[in-house]
């Protein structure tokens, strides 16, 4: 059925902007709270600390992008609002969990597996519904969850530092209990308008069948080489992306001193994120086809450059300029994976061809960290890490610039095939109705938002 365009939609989109800002605020927040563990479960004689404390926020970025190919399978069988309200129930146990720990270990379970996976089944339904709502308004819909991020990037890491100091680590955690409890409400609004798998495969009272294995996990979408690239070339370059997010708080504290405002670097990584976003989400408009590639190797070249120029920076202020530059193609990098998804696999496979994607993005978004902390552990300083984690992102930009040229290839080559008639009849057919889904349908399927 054609898609409202509002009325119950717009209670639909709150609740998914909620739900952005709640899963990747916190995601986001990290720094603070990795400071916070290092003070309360240190000692002198560990000399492996940081290394162990990493894992904690790492496992749970990583995880939230490793179950993204399970989630899209469950929200196609299930629907967008049982997985949605049953991942924020597993968020927020995992999340209450966590504060009655003693030691460092069960928290690689409690924080880093259960809260992560349940943010990340709640996280996904999020976005898939908004196309059951809107279509026509769905840009400016994604925009006004998207900003969710970034609102709440930009407030929590303070509303964190000022409940710590406060009432401690656990208490704080309890507190953050609230915002997976909304989460867990706002799920209940998901009231779908386009059946799912089950209503499809059994009738809405017949017995439940699973549909044919292809249509449930559709690996077609290798066997496209320029999407072969591109999921190379991504998780390459994010081996370094999420090490200042874990580790740069505890770096300020070191090169400054507790006197510097670190929480500062957080809202400017927000800030910037949010604006890069929707200019180069307008940018990305009028580049053609996948010459938008080159969008995200300029921002992994940029993204590598400012990790590399944080340990050189001797002034506060320094660092609140190379966050700016970080933040702003953050975004770039973000508002972009949707509509490059569509270049390469095309409409009809854009939807597991991100999944699989996020899915390989988790490994090593989820390495990256630790071996950071092992690096700060073994020399006593973090610029090293640093100085490695802006190295991924130039290989994995340099990487991407192949996939124009490849992708060019591969569309000359098709056309230059001898076919008959009717092959040649229903080529031009499937392109007509390509070129029309992609025209029509905007990118749903992605916040990068981080």
Not at 171 to 177: A, W
């Amino acid at each position: 059925p054609e898609p409202p365009e509002g009325g119950w939609g717009w209670v639909v989109m709150l609740a998914a902007m909620w739900c952005n800002g709640a899963v990747f605020g916190i995601q986001n927040s990290c720094g603070v709270l990795f400071v916070s563990m290092l003070r309360l479960f240190g000692s002198s004689d560990d000399d492996q600390l940081v290394f162990k404390t990493a894992w904690v926020s790492s496992l749970s970025m990583g995880m939230v992008f490793f179950c993204s190919p399970i989630v899209s399978i469950f929200t196609d069988l299930f629907g967008c609002r049982k997985v949605a309200v049953v991942g924020a129930a597993v968020g927020l146990l995992g999340l209450l969990s966590s504060s009655f720990v003693s030691t460092i270990e069960p928290l690689y379970f409690t924080y880093g597996i259960l809260f992560a996976c349940g943010c990340s089944f709640a996280y996904q339904p999020s976005l898939v519904i908004l196309g059951h709502y809107f279509k026509k308004r769905l840009g400016l819909v994604n925009g006004i969850v998207t900003a969710g991020s970034s609102l709440f990037t930009v407030s929590l890491p303070f509303l964190l530092r000022v409940l710590i100091d406060s009432v401690d680590l656990f208490n704080t955690l309890r507190v953050l209990c609230i915002l997976m409890f909304v989460l867990f409400l706002a799920g209940f609004t998901y009231k779908p308008l386009v059946p799912n798998a089950k209503d499809k495969e059994g009738g809405k009272k017949g017995k439940f069948k699973l549909p044919p294995g292809k249509k449930i996990c559709n690996f077609s979408v290798f066997k496209v080489l320029s999407y072969r690239i591109w999921a190379l070339g991504i998780p390459a370059a994010l081996f370094g992306y999420f090490v200042p997010y874990v580790h740069l708080m505890n770096h300020v504290k070191e090169r400054f001193g507790d006197s510097m405002p670190e929480e500062v670097l957080l809202l400017c990584l927000g800030i910037t994120s949010g604006v890069g976003r929707l200019i180069f989400g307008r940018v990305a408009d009028y580049i053609p086809g996948a010459k938008k590639i080159y969008l995200q190797v300029a921002s992994f070249f940029f993204i590598g450059l400012m990790s590399m120029m944080i340990p050189l920076c001797n002034a506060f202020g320094a660092l609140v300029a190379v966050c700016l530059f970080m933040g702003l193609f953050d975004g770039c990098f973000i508002c972009i994976m949707a509509p490059i998804a569509f270049e390469l696999v095309g409409a009809q496979d854009v939807s597991q061809a991100i999944g699989f994607l996020l899915g390989l993005m988790s490994v090593p978004m989820t390495v990256g960290p630790p071996i950071a902390g092992l690096l700060r552990d073994k020399l006593g300083t973090y610029n090293e890490a640093f100085y490695l984690a802006g190295v991924p992102p130039l290989i994995g930009g340099a990487i991407l610039c192949f996939i124009p040229w490849v992708h060019e290839r591969q569309k000359l080559k098709e056309r230059a095939k001898p076919v008959d008639g009717e092959t040649t009849e229903k080529m031009l057919e499937n392109e007509s109705t390509l070129v029309s889904d992609t025209t029509e349908k905007p990118a749903k399927e992605l916040d990068s938002g981080f």
